[in-house]
């Protein structure tokens, strides 16, 4: 569907530029000065993207959860993780089997949406390093309480646990 | 934008005296991502640019500037809790969109909801941690992406 959308579109830019045709010609213009904007910022932050997934290498921490540093070690865990939740909700469920407390297995995966390092340096090349820091600081009291929040709610009604998890279902 | 590439090319050399395999592996890694990405890309950039001509910037400043503030912001936190968008389109868009005059508040919102609520994804889930629990994340997920948007806005002198 892409790339017929994408052969429709140089069509009907070919044909607007060959007989001038005024909205054809207006898109046109908005492509160019888009698609210009954007190759200037990619290669950077890809490259950037790339050394950050060469020189850190995926953290083994996770016999490391306990006290303040098991947030750290949340976080630092999810900083490296590739892909949105759907990776992240296998690794935060297979830190719980191992005994993680739930605190840190949530603190993971509320982190792993939004502390992403490559994602968040991606998302600086595009809406500026005020805005992805703003984001940064603001979240991090907010995902720790909220963790804070599940692990004591989940203490008290244990049911609610991973019991209906996959593997008793089937 | 001039110090982005000086961050990238001092940080490249730096790798490169360091390693010159691993900065090879990098700059793979790169273009690799960089391949990926490419048709999403562009199909995403045409559609931009079709959309631009049919929605006029005083309509997108009407809607998601500083006047209705609150329609805009729970529509777009809306948006963002239920529909599916890789980051790396939805931060170009949102890029795009922040030059046309939309608030940073409904960026901050649209991104974060975008990332920490996942609608579609309660099945899979619920498949892992069962239903209560998904639905208590996704509630607090909504409500921080709500506080983290305030705090946007706020600093950025959007809200007052």
């Known amino acids: 569907m892409q790339v017929a959308g994408i052969v429709l579109f140089v069509l009907f830019i070919i044909i607007s530029l060959s007989i001038g045709y005024k909205p054809g010609l207006e898109i046109y213009t908005n492509f160019i000065s888009l698609l210009t904007k954007m190759i200037k910022i990619l290669p950077c932050a890809f490259i950037l993207i790339g050394l950050f997934e060469v020189w850190i290498k995926k953290q083994t921490v996770q016999n490391n959860f306990s006290g303040?540093?098991?947030?750290?070690?949340?976080?630092?865990?999810?900083?490296?993780?590739?892909?949105?939740?759907?990776?992240?909700?296998?690794?935060?469920?297979?830190?719980?089997?191992?005994?993680?407390?739930?605190?840190?297995?949530?603190?993971?995966?509320?982190?792993?949406?939004?502390?992403?390092?490559?994602?968040?340096?991606?998302?600086?090349?595009?809406?500026?390093?005020?805005?992805?820091?703003?984001?940064?600081?603001?979240?991090l009291p907010l995902i720790i309480l909220a963790s804070i929040f599940m692990g004591k709610y989940l203490d008290k009604n244990p049911h609610f646990g991973i019991q209906i998890s996959r593997e008793n279902r089937q | 934008m001039q110090y982005f590439y000086l961050v990238t090319i001092v940080l490249l050399l730096i790798s490169l005296i360091k390693d010159r395999h691993k900065t090879v592996a990098a700059l793979k890694t790169a273009y690799r991502h960089f391949i990926k990405i490419c048709r999403p890309f562009l199909f995403m950039i045409m559609l931009i640019s079709v959309s631009l001509y049919f929605v006029p910037d005083s309509l997108l400043t009407e809607y998601l500037g500083k006047k209705n503030m609150l329609v805009g912001f729970i529509s777009t936190s809306l948006l963002g809790s239920v529909i599916l968008m890789p980051g790396f389109i939805a931060y170009p868009l949102c890029g795009i969109l922040v030059k046309k005059g939309v608030t940073y508040t409904i960026i901050s919102v649209f991104t974060t909801t975008l990332m920490m609520v996942g609608v579609l994804s309660y099945p899979v889930e619920s498949e892992y941690f069962g239903r209560k629990i998904t639905i208590i994340r996704n509630l607090l997920s909504y409500l921080i992406a709500i506080v983290i948007a305030v705090i946007t806005g706020l600093i950025y002198g959007e809200l007052f």
């Open chain 1, 68 to 139: 303040i540093r098991g947030y750290f070690f949340a976080i630092l865990l999810s900083s490296s993780t590739m892909g949105g939740l759907y990776v992240a909700f296998p690794v935060a469920y297979s830190l719980c089997k191992k005994g993680v407390k739930m605190e840190f297995v949530f603190t993971y995966l509320f982190a792993s949406a939004v502390f992403r390092i490559p994602m968040t340096i991606y998302e600086a090349s595009f809406l500026g390093l005020k805005f992805t820091s703003i984001r940064l600081l603001a979240t």
